[in-house]
T-cell receptor
């Protein structure tokens, strides 16, 4: 049981390049989330999904797209990276069931955009 | 608009002392209030959580106090240990609305031996 895994762990991009971050969970969770973490600002929600084939915008969605084609995977895409997207990205998942609200986080992806 | 405000930003406590972190929220629809612990280079991990129908929850050395009327909640770490040195985040969510977490800005806690 690996929980939530993220790939890659670290990436350097040049401005304008594109990339996809992959999140996978093996807990059969319905909900999945992408957050970004910047110093002094906590974590902020980028996009989330309440089920396979559904996605929705969070607090800071601009410049990102997501897809959830399979229940266990949630992809975060950057079409044209900007230096402002330099951050640590965390994926999380949680159950839809009552009293099982815990969000489990992955280890993060560090992204540097030059 | 920061819906969850956390203080202090950093905290130094002696081993055996008490660490207290405070959070205030604005949205009265929030109905789930977790605290996360994060070590450098790692993802956040749930420490303890509370729902607004109780005023206090204790798990080992960690206690959440919740004041619904004041829209405030706090984390108390009793008998602080060097291994507790980490960044702590409070958060809040509306469980029926996708359980999306709104985080506070974080508190870096250093426990000196």
């Amino acid at each position: 049981n690996a929980g939530v895994t993220q790939t890659p762990k670290f990436r350097v991009l040049k401005t304008g390049q594109s990339m996809t971050l992959l999140c996978a969970q093996d807990m059969n969770h319905e909900y999945m989330y992408w957050y970004r973490q910047d110093p002094g600002m906590g974590l902020r929600l980028i996009h989330y999904s309440v089920g396979e084939g559904t996605t929705a915008k969070g607090e800071v969605p601009d410049g990102y797209n997501v897809s959830r084609l399979k229940k266990q995977n949630f992809l975060l895409g950057l079409e044209s990276a900007a230096p402002s997207q330099t951050s640590v990205y965390f994926c999380a998942s949680s159950s839809i069931s009552s009293y099982q609200e815990t969000q489990y986080f992955g280890p993060g992806t560090r992204l540097l955009v030059l | 608009q920061q819906q969850v405000k956390q203080s202090p930003q950093s905290l130094i406590v002696q081993k055996g002392g008490i660490s207290i972190i405070n959070c205030a929220y604005e949205n009265t629809a929030f109905d789930y209030f977790p605290w996360y612990q994060q070590f450098p280079g790692k993802g956040p991990a749930l420490l303890i959580a509370i729902r607004p129908d109780v005023s206090e929850k204790k798990e080992g050395r960690f206690t959440i106090s919740f004041n619904k009327s004041a829209k405030q909640f706090s984390l108390h770490i009793m008998d602080s240990q060097p291994g507790d040195s980490a960044t702590y985040f409070c958060a809040a969510s509306i469980r029926a609305a996708g359980n999306k977490l709104t985080f506070g800005g974080g508190t870096r806690v250093l426990v000196k031996p």
